[in-house]
């Protein structure tokens, strides 16, 4: 039976209300073909004319109900109960739901919305039961996306949405995409790079992975929300061109390459008004423009201060009472988590909102429910495969750390050498950040336990830091949960830890050194000591360990296994090797040790640009936005920088860094050769044109690894400014046996090499000449380009008029 079919037959199940406890038993997963097929289509419309059907049952209340989610107890951050939920099937810990309908007519149950970027959060007891419901903790976004590899985040898309089906959920409130615009930004670790490329093509591979399961992803939060400081109140000012070539590109790639059942849109103003009230955003430019074909939500009270708690009341004007209607007629079909029923009803009544209104709105959500398992009771097991997919988050966790610095070879340490390992960090490893993206999962490996199952650990230093560990930890609160944290001890006057660092350089083979940042949603970072900067203990620390050990001609390693970046220019010199591990999951532990053991050889590239100082980065000093003059209430965040974030900034401003954007290292070499253009159709087919660059990538080394090769286009600057250039696409190779070579495609469409011209509202390919350049990392200097000429000007796409601007 097709797809197609089977979801008729499950609709009219519901629709007929053929047996009320007739389950459709169908297990089969979602159509996993391309947004850009006529089967697509196809099953698309029919869902569309389904939910048409389904809503000329429903009375006016029921439609309502269905826009306005049921609400959220702010005391408990517990759901209100749904309509139509059953209470046999509720799964604790989801974050919302969507109301069912029951009538004479039809049956459709309440829907289940759970979190997120890492891995499914639900609640893991349940009371009057002993079995538990734990979810695998993915690495964080930040880790995904240095992997370079799409199939890898597949992989953990397809298996995380194994586990939201498997527990009875039907949409994971996840891909979380916006651009990592400034280091501080709290989170940052949900999010995949400063370049919307790589966070697009990312997405896009996660969605595809769960979505491949029939239940549904939600890419959040649309758009331009990248400060998390006064967060319902901070306006962010960006120019169209900005916007569109930044920071809505990525989900441009996302929704056009993976169609996501749901978008998310954002907390913050854009240009004066909040997005879920934007009907520019929502509607002309993502449904119209776009072709997105999903249900778009709010963010949890988004746009809609009088949700919200009683601190906020003070903020509350009459205007505020509207706003459930404004975001309904913007395009935001779904109030989460609710209750504004009756606001709805007020504006119905003062006919502000019209049945066209609401019925637009309905038939976005009835036509993705009907996707979902519980719309086709689904029976579910509450049995993911946990250790199968351990297996596959160590793989992830390993597939994307990033080796910044291995002097002299200084790695890998052959399994089974003595390590000294300091740090409180290595026993509170953490796995990943705090706020909605964070997991519940039953078991969590510190990298203590993983260096511990492969090298010799000193016994006396870890025993020191386990003891000061007990003795010196203490709570610190996050958004939904607290955490524990230890400031690293003092080297100075501690004569037992000096002692410790003198022994251990004598009889071990090397240190090693955990730093760890924690971090999350509600709050930025700050650039200071124990934030970005490092500590005073902990920067003795290393001056301490590294005299010692290089005194004895022996190394030491810094893991960072941190949620954003930290600085690295104070103390990068002294020490021989860095591993960025960022959060890496459950399975850090193992990932952290397996890369330092060489069991894996390192192929994760940074996603994002590490700066030599804070104070290099080119939104700095606005970061993160200044009281509106007019009202302090609000904050204000003027994008400034304009195109020129992370690389497009020092490379266009040949400002030099820490670390270039695209950079990793390896323990084999790549040589690249045979660069060409494989294919070209620009001028023969324009906006339907196409490029495609070829390169043959030889493992020159000795220990078979994979390379992450890159392509960045500087295109002519002749009527629109750019910047120096820019990443297009990229690719990653199999694991190459030593000697073995590889033939990678970087395909790039006339869409994607285009620029937004804003006085004429079209996106357009200049004509002139585009030099390419195949690469390992954003440095480029010692690359010869290629050449190719755009005999004349390709208008690729029109745009709404006028969209997107400043609202007063
Ligand atoms: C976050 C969202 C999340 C939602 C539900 C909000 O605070 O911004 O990312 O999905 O809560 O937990």
């Known amino acids: 039976m097709s797809q197609f079919k089977k979801s008729l037959t499950c609709a009219a199940v519901a629709l007929g209300m053929a047996s009320q406890t007739g389950f459709c038993m169908e297990t089969d997963t979602a159509p996993t073909t391309q947004p850009q097929s006529s089967q697509y289509q196809q099953t698309e419309n029919a869902y569309r004319q389904q939910a048409k059907a389904l809503l000329a049952k429903m009375s006016l209340d029921e439609k309502l109900d269905l826009l306005a989610g049921p609400g959220m107890d702010l005391t408990t951050y517990a759901g209100n109960p749904a309509k139509n939920l059953d209470p046999k099937l509720a799964v604790e810990g989801v974050a ?186 929502l509607t002309d430019v ?235 949603e509600g709050e930025d970072r700050t650039n200071s000591r124990g934030d970005y900067l490092l500590s005073e203990h902990e920067l003795a620390l290393i001056d301490a360990v590294s005299k010692a050990f290089h005194a004895q001609g022996k190394t030491v390693t810094v893991v960072l296994n941190i949620n954003g970046l930290v600085d690295t220019h104070e103390w990068q010199d002294k020490v021989d090797g860095i591993l960025l591990a960022y959060m890496g999951g459950q399975q850090t532990g193992y990932a952290v040790a397996d890369l330092l053991s060489g069991k894996v050889n390192p192929s994760g590239k940074l996603a994002q640009t590490i700066p030599v100082q804070y104070q290099d980065v080119p939104s700095a000093k606005g970061f993160p936005g200044q009281p509106d003059k007019h009202n302090p209430d609000m904050n204000i965040v003027n994008y400034d920088d304009g195109l020129l974030v992370g690389y497009r900034y020092y490379s266009t401003k040949k400002q030099p860094v820490a670390y270039p954007f695209g950079f990793g290292l390896s323990y084999t070499q790549f040589s690249y050769g045979d660069i060409k253009v494989s294919h070209n159709s620009l001028n023969q087919q324009g906006a339907a044109g196409e490029l495609s660059v070829s390169a043959t990538i030889a493992n020159s080394g000795k220990v078979a690894g994979k390379e992450v090769v890159e392509l960045y286009v500087a295109a002519p600057q002749t009527k629109l400014a750019k910047p120096a250039y820019e990443l297009k696409a990229f690719s990653k190779t199999a694991l190459l046996p030593a000697g073995k070579s590889e033939t990678v495609q970087l395909k790039v469409t006339s869409q994607l090499l285009a620029s937004f011209d804003p006085s004429r509202d079209e996106w357009i390919v200049e004509a002139g000449d585009y030099q390419l350049y195949v690469a390992p990392s954003a440095d480029v200097s010692k690359v010869k380009p290629l050449t190719i000429h755009v005999d004349k000007e390709i208008v690729v796409s029109h745009t709404t008029h006028g969209a997107l601007a400043m609202v007063k």
């Open 96 to 281: 919302g739901y969507i109301n069912g309908v029951k009538n004479n007519h039809i049956d459709i149950p309440a829907i289940k919305l759970a979190d997120g970027p890492a891995g499914l959060r639900i609640k893991p007891t349940r009371d009057g039961t002993e079995q538990t419901f734990y979810a695998t903790s993915w690495p964080i976004g930040s880790l995904l996306a240095s992997s370079w590899d799409t199939d890898m985040v597949e992989a953990v898309g397809k298996a995380e949405g194994d586990e939201v089906k498997r527990y009875g959920v039907d949409f994971l409130l996840a891909p979380g995409m916006n651009i990592q615009r400034n280091p501080l930004l709290g989170r940052n670790f949900e999010y995949y790079s400063e370049d919307p490329v790589i966070a697009g093509k990312m997405a896009a591979a996660l969605v595809r992975g769960v979505q491949s399961n029939g239940v549904g992803a939600t890419i959040k939060h649309f758009a331009a929300n990248n400060a998390e400081t006064n967060r319902f109140f901070s306006d962010s000012i960006v120019e169209p061109r900005v916007l569109r070539e930044l920071y809505l590109r990525g989900f441009q790639i996302a929704v056009t390459e993976a169609q996501p059942w749901a978008v998310m849109s954002s907390y913050n103003l854009l240009n004066g008004k909040y997005t879920g009230q934007r009907k520019d955003l």
């Open 286 to 520: 993502l449904r119209n423009e776009w072709g997105f074909n999903g249900l778009v939500m709010s963010d949890w009270f988004a746009s809609n201060v009088y949700g919200l708690a009683t601190d906020f009341k003070r903020y509350i004007t009459d205007a505020d009472h509207h706003s459930a209607a404004m975001q309904i007629k913007a395009g935001n079909d779904l109030i989460e988590p609710g209750g504004l029923k009756d606001d709805l009803q007020a504006s119905y009544k003062s006919g502000e909102l019209t049945d066209a209104d609401i019925d637009r709105s309905a038939l976005a959500i009835l036509t993705q429910i009907q996707k979902t398992p519980s719309f086709k009771h689904l029976p579910y097991d509450n049995n993911p495969d946990l250790d199968a997919h351990a297996k596959l988050a160590r793989q992830a966790a390993a597939d994307g750390m990033v080796l910044l610095k291995n002097a002299a070879h200084a790695l890998p340490y052959a399994a089974g050498s003595k390590l000294a390992s300091f740090g409180t960090v290595q026993i509170n490893t953490l796995k990943g950040g705090t706020g909605s993206g964070e997991v519940n999962s039953a078991q969590a490996t510190t990298i203590a336990e993983g260096l511990a199952e492969q090298f010799k650990v000193n016994p006396q230093v870890s025993a020191y830091y386990q003891s000061y560990w007990q003795q010196n930890k203490h709570d610190q609160q996050g958004l939904l949960s607290k955490f524990p944290m230890a400031e690293e001890p003092a080297v100075a006057g501690n004569s037992e830890l000096q002692q410790l660092i003198a022994n251990a350089a004598k009889t071990d083979d090397a240190a090693i050194f955990t730093i760890g940042r924690q971090a999350g």
